[in-house]
């Protein structure tokens, strides 16, 4: 039978609650747009009233059902992904039944790694998977994404460059929902700032700032509402170091980024982590030497007398896509090196 407002409410929780799309598809289809139900059911009740014609009812019962289907079918797209989602239905048990709970579980979320294929990004991934979640790794190269995602069980790969709109737009279009997204990418122009080279002082901007910030124009479009971005900066923004003018000034606008963005993509949620210095991988280019000599330096630069490790940053991320009370925030996860 057509559902009245009130009892449409109830619907939609129930339909939250179904263990499949399908059904949670059935259990909407049949109380919002069952014409036929409507106007049996509305005939039986004219009948039972004794109206003269049981048609008119019948016919009123079934417009009435008709109109709801019409209002439900116009929902917000992102409103109705958030309703028949499947996975959905979860957050709406653990908030029923946990109504003092600060966290959304990631379990059976689906998140997108940008820069996912190694590094910082990898351990992130891997650390989504143990989390329950599936990691959709993002790279430049769809080969690299695909290798990467092969070593984590049920994770996916696509092709994304942060600097090209077209490529966000694709990529996108192509995952499907997210419930967060992460962004690790990053291009270096460590010089000092006598040789500064123009374009390369804008690959930088373009992977840290600008990309960021026209993946949020579209992910805004496509991201659960109280999923997240994850933007990542760095201590050289808080540490000014001759050489390292452009790290450091393009992670300082991803601390600005994060705060305009919250507030303007509000209830989603956009927040950055700022590692100090990690023993990521990216530095393995130093050579062995330099590199551990850098490292050994940069451990003593901090409160805790080390270096970052992957895993250090990885349960960073994971609290904050939890932390359904974190917005506008950049995360130091540097060993205190930023205070030292
Ligand atoms: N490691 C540290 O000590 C440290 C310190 C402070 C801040 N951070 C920040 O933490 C983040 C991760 O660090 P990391 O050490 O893992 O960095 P990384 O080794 O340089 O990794 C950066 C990742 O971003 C990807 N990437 C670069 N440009 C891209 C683009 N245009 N589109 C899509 N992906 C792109 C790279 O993929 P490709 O394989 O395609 O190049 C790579 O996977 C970076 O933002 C970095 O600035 C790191």
Known sequence: MAAIPPLQ?????????????TSAINIGAFNFGNPLAAWLAGAAIGAGFGYASANIVGAMMTAAGLALAYATLRLDARERRHIWSPHNASHYRNARENPMSTTLPLASQNILIIGGARDI??????AIHEAGATPV?????????????ERIP?????S???TNEDSIVRALDEVGPLDHIVTTASAHHNVPVSQLDHDHVVSAFEAK???????AKHAAKTLRPDGSLLLFSGVAAWNPSPGYAVMGITNGAVTYAVTHLAKELAPIRVNAISPGIIDSGSW??????????????????????????ND?????????????????????VDGGARIA
């Open 121 to 126: 990004g990898f351990a992130i991934a891997n």
């Open 137 to 149: 790794i993002g790279a430049r190269d769809l080969v690299k994404a695909r290798e990467a995602a």
């Open 154 to 158: 049920g994770a996916r790969a696509v």
């Open 312 to 332: 250090d940053i990885a349960r960073a991320v994971l609290w904050l896509l939890e932390g359904s009370f974190v917005t506008g925030e950049t995360i130091h």
């Open 160 to 162: 994304i460059d942060i």
């Open 284 to 309: 393995d280019a130093m050579g062995d030497n330099a590199k551990h000599e850098f490292l050994e330096d940069s451990g003593r630069a901090t409160l805790v007398g080390r270096v970052g490790r």
């Open 9 to 21: 409410t109830v619907v939609l929780d129930r339909a939250s609650d179904a263990p499949t799309l």
């Open 209 to 215: 700032v600008i990309g960021p910030m026209v993946l």
